[in-house]
């Protein structure tokens, strides 16, 4: 199966708040611009307990977070 995402889009793409659930149990979300996470947001990672939780730019792991 594929990712399944729930939120809002604008001109196809995801765009405003909303949570993408990827097939690997990975889980993303927070405020997407454009079809990628951009502002604050959550990013848990499917395959460990790693926990991402902070600032994003166009879809990257900002600097300004904390990993849990």
Known sequence: CGSVY???????LRDGIGVLYDADATISAGQWVAGKLHGSGY???GNSSCLFVGEFVQG??????IVI
Do not use: A, D, I, Q
């Not at 729930?6 to 196809?12: Q, R, V």
């Not at 990257?60 to 977070?65: A, I, K």
């Open 60 to 65: 990257m792991l900002n600097r300004f977070g």
């Open 43 to 45: 990013w848990k990672s």
């Open 6 to 12: 729930e939120g809002s889009f604008k001109n196809g």
